[in-house]
């Protein structure tokens, strides 16, 4: 297999490997909706536009989605309890398309826009989604258009730490899209300690909307695979893995380097495990994950048997 599976620092021709085809990571997506009354007008109509196209885009077709509003459409609109349990539930598009569409307030009535405990529920919602499902990949998309106000806490930092928690608690990640009215730089600080670096802006645009979160579709899909269990009884030792790569239309696979972490990647080639004590994961490094992103018909493998190639 282009470049042999024996090159980790013994004898190639001691080491024999055998395959299994990898597959991508399920996807769940909770969307966390700005409705208080300053989303009205334009930017309400453009951000219905985008959820309904996204909900009803053959491209999202497998994943799946949940909803839910803030402030919430329940009395107690500063309890997290109030979010983390969805307007929504999570349910596989197109299916669950209708529920998702339908819930959608004709107008925005909301009166405040209580940040803190809406991702908090979220959150905790997406997080015990992640425990249960523990071979997919959930994630949480926030839109909203100002800064906090109405319950406490008000302080970025502290609702900053949310999106951190759950990142380094099981992986949930933050997707945030700034609307106009938000402060960027604000939201910054939730995408970054959610693990997706800085936030959407789509302050001068409502329109853009549809396009930033089919960005986030083709993100959260390209680079997560799952780990197989070993064929022919073999038990798995995270150690003599490696994962391939096959270009469409190419008649070798290409061994993709093994980093220890996603830091380790830097900007050079490769894949790390969602957990080195216990892996069930493997996430391509960015420079691989675009290589494979623009490669609809890549086909992936993993071998078992000889030592990591490592970066």
Known sequence: MG?????GGGDAGACVTTSAESRRIPVDIVFVIDRSGSMSGSKWEGTKSAL????????SAGISAGLVFLPAQKPDVCNPASYSVLDVPIGVLPANAF???NAIPFYPLGSSTPTWPALKGALMAATAYQDSHPSHKVVLVLATDGDPTGCQPLDMELIAGLAESAYNYNGVRTYVIGVAGSTIANLNKI???GGTTKAYDI????SEFSAKIAEIRKETLACDFELPEPPDGMQLVPGLVNFTYTPNGAPDAKIVPR??????????????????AAPSKIILCPASCATVQADSEAKVDVLFGCDSILN
């Open 3 to 7: 470049g042999g599976g024996g090159a």
């Open 52 to 59: 309904n196209t996204f909900f009803n885009d053959p491209a």
């Open 99 to 101: 529920e998702l569409t």
């Open 191 to 193: 995408a970054a300690a």
């Open 203 to 206: 302050t001068q645009d409502i």
């Open 259 to 276: 980093a220890d972490d996603l830091a380790d990647c830097k900007d050079q080639p490769g894949w790390y495990y969602d957990s080195n």
